[in-house]
Nanobody
Framework: QGQLVESGGGLVQAGGSLRLSCAAS???????MSWFRQAPGKEREFVAS????????DYADSVKGRFTISRDNSKNTVYLQMNNLKAEDTAIYYC??????????????WGQGTQVTVAS
């Protein structure tokens, strides 16, 4: 069945940029992709979603204007470009495959997560 593998996390200074990648395998055509994140002591929260065609995108208010989600279906990969990073962006970032939804309960397929740490 399907599996997802995130990469690209790391330590960056506040105001810096980072690009995350999520490689998908074992999924049928037509699935949407989303990014979620979970900070210490907090629930996993929605970050961004993109439809199969890339025509529809959705962002959390906290990242709108700073983050950009995109996908390359020829590579079965979704990306999250993160600019002007803030300390509050520090979290483990997860990708998920499924419906076009901002609810974590709607997703059954998750990656292992990649750590993003923003230092001031």
């Amino acid at each position: 069945q399907g599996q997802l593998v995130e990469s690209g996390g790391g330590l960056v200074q506040a105001g810096g940029s980072l690009r995350l990648s999520c490689a998908a395998s074992g999924f049928t055509f037509g699935y949407a992709m989303s990014w979620f994140r979970q900070a210490p002591g907090k629930e996993r929260e929605f970050v961004a979603s993109i439809s199969w065609s890339g025509a529809n995108k959705d962002y959390a208010d906290s990242v709108k204007g700073r983050f950009t989600i995109s996908r390359d279906n020829s590579k079965n990969t979704v990306y999250l470009q993160m600019n002007n990073l803030k300390a509050e962006d520090t979290a483990i970032y997860y990708c998920a495959a499924g419906p076009m939804s901002s609810l974590k309960s709607d997703y059954k397929y998750w990656g292992q997560g990649t750590q993003v740490t923003v230092a001031s």
